[in-house]
Nanobody
Framework: QVQLAESGGGLVQAGGSLRLSCAAS????????MGWYRQTPGKQRELVAA???????NYADSVKGRFTISRDNAKNTVFLQMNNLKLEDTAVYSC????????????WGQGTQVTVSS
């Protein structure tokens, strides 16, 4: 059974850091294209970071230079290191496997809330 379990969110002051984890089961992240997404109320979910099966990474302009996506194949887990957090980074963060056209392939997990305070 495929499952995605995000963790690591919390309340942090602006300028702080958090490391999110996405533990996958039912498929191997080592051979999957994966992405971290975020959503705020009333807005569409947006892709903020992606890693290809070959390890290439891409970031939304809003997080470039501050966020880093990585994976640990042994733990079948994808991470999102978030540094220099800003108020506008406040959102529910979720991960998913990306299909060939970039869309999410799996059912969404519960996500993890990140709240950045001033």
């Amino acid at each position: 059974q495929v499952q995605l379990a995000e963790s690591g969110g919390g309340l942090v002051q602006a300028g702080g850091s958090l490391r999110l984890s996405c533990a996958a089961s039912g498929f191997l992240v080592s051979i999957a294209a994966m992405g971290w997404y975020r959503q705020t109320p009333g807005k569409q979910r947006e892709l903020v970071a992606a890693i290809s099966s070959g390890g290439n990474t891409n970031y939304a302009d809003s997080v470039k230079g501050r966020f880093t996506i990585s994976r640990d194949n042994a733990k079948n887990t994808v991470f999102l290191q978030m540094n220099n957090l800003k108020l506008e980074d406040t959102a529910v963060y979720s991960c998913n496997q990306r299909g060939l056209t970039g869309g999410a392939l799996r059912a969404w997990g519960q996500g993890t809330q990140v709240t950045v305070s001033s």
